[in-house]
């Protein structure tokens, strides 16, 4: 088959989903009336309806104008006093593929919570990145998004750190304020040298005065992002997993209480300190897969969020380990 004969033939293709898509969701045919219409199978129908969803063909919007969430999410809530929570399915599937889930959901609740006037804090990360790219598009007056903290320089780990706020601010038509700078430096005088520079301590006051911030949470170890950007020696890493170090959020890092392991490394990190995102009015964090369920249930038993993304594997975890 040349060619040509191959491109026409997968153009027949499309336009056969698109028929079947239209038919079914467009004009409420049934898969059987589509069946006859089309001259296949109704399994075949089914097939079609499915490649059509998979290729992006059709995208489905459930609207909960109650805002009352599944029993999994209202569970959850209410056994963590959080303000809301949002659950992605996770069927063992690849950490990839959970991310892109936590993604989505994460952008359709951001979709539903801004407006214009209003200024969101984001952090980095592949998870946020994720929600990054999963955004709709709306045009939103006078909106800012800004940098909660510094990134990573090291590009072999890149962490999207401005692409996460930039992308945000583009899909809002938001002014987007940018921090890049490391996220942690070696020494304090360093800090304060560079956060006393007008336009860095402008973007931090910002920052301090989002209502509404989404970050992530990340596990701690040698294998995390943080640690393998050279931001710590192997004896400060040993030395913060002997004082109980299980995870970072916006690069702070906190033993299993959520609260934070090492004021000497606090005072040499750039960004939003912890205490400032309880005090937000929505403190968003998008985060799950198996390796950071430790990292969560310190963030909640430190009541570092009152707003949770994740995804079924963790909320069955998080809602059976808590009633041991």
């Known amino acids: 088959m040349n060619i040509c004969a191959i491109m026409i033939n997968k153009q027949n293709q499309i336009a056969t ?32 309806l499915r490649q059509a969803r998979d290729k992006g063909i059709v995208k489905i919007e459930i609207v909960d104008l109650s805002k009352l969430g599944t029993n999994l999410e209202n569970k959850l809530k209410k056994k963590f006093n959080l303000k809301r929570v949002v659950i992605a399915p996770n069927d063992n599937e690849d950490i990839g593929v959970v991310k892109k889930r936590l993604g ?21 990360g592949t998870t946020m990145l994720e929600v990054a790219r999963h955004i709709n598009k709306k045009h939103l007056k006078d909106m800012i998004v800004v940098q909660l903290n510094g990134g990573v320089s090291r590009a072999e780990y890149d962490t999207h750190a401005s692409e996460v706020a930039q992308k945000i601010g583009e899909a809002y038509s938001a002014i ?8 942690i430096v070696d020494r304090q005088d360093v800090k304060r040298a560079i956060i006393s520079d007008k336009n860095i301590a402008h973007t931090l006051q910002i920052a301090r005065e989002a209502k509404v911030a989404m970050f992530t949470i990340g596990s701690f170890g040698y294998d995390s992002v943080l640690v393998k950007s050279n931001y710590f020696e192997s004896e400060e890493v040993e030395i913060l997993l002997k004082r ?5 959020i ?15 490394l606090n005072s040499r990190t750039i960004g939003i300190e912890i205490e400032e995102l309880q005090k937000k009015e929505y403190s968003i964090a998008v985060a799950g897969g198996k390796e950071k369920l430790p990292a ?15 995804d079924e594997w963790v ?6 380990e808590n009633k041991n």
């Open 17 to 48: 989903l698109v028929e079947a898509a239209r038919l079914y969701y467009e004009h409420h045919f049934s898969q059987q009336q589509i069946a006859l219409k089309l001259g296949i199978s109704r399994p075949g129908v089914s097939r079609l």
């Open 104 to 124: 989505v959901a994460a952008a359709a609740l951001l979709n539903e919570m801004t407006d214009s006037l209003m200024i969101l804090g984001v952090s980095w």
């Open 176 to 183: 987007p304020y940018l921090l890049p700078l490391p996220a």
């Open 244 to 248: 109980g170090a299980i995870g970072d």
């Open 250 to 264: 916006c690069s702070r890092i906190i033993n299993y209480n959520g609260e934070i392991c090492s004021e000497e």
């Open 296 to 310: 969560i249930k310190a963030a909640l038993n430190g009541k570092l969020f009152n707003v949770l993304v994740t």
């Open 315 to 320: 909320a069955n975890k998080l809602l059976s």
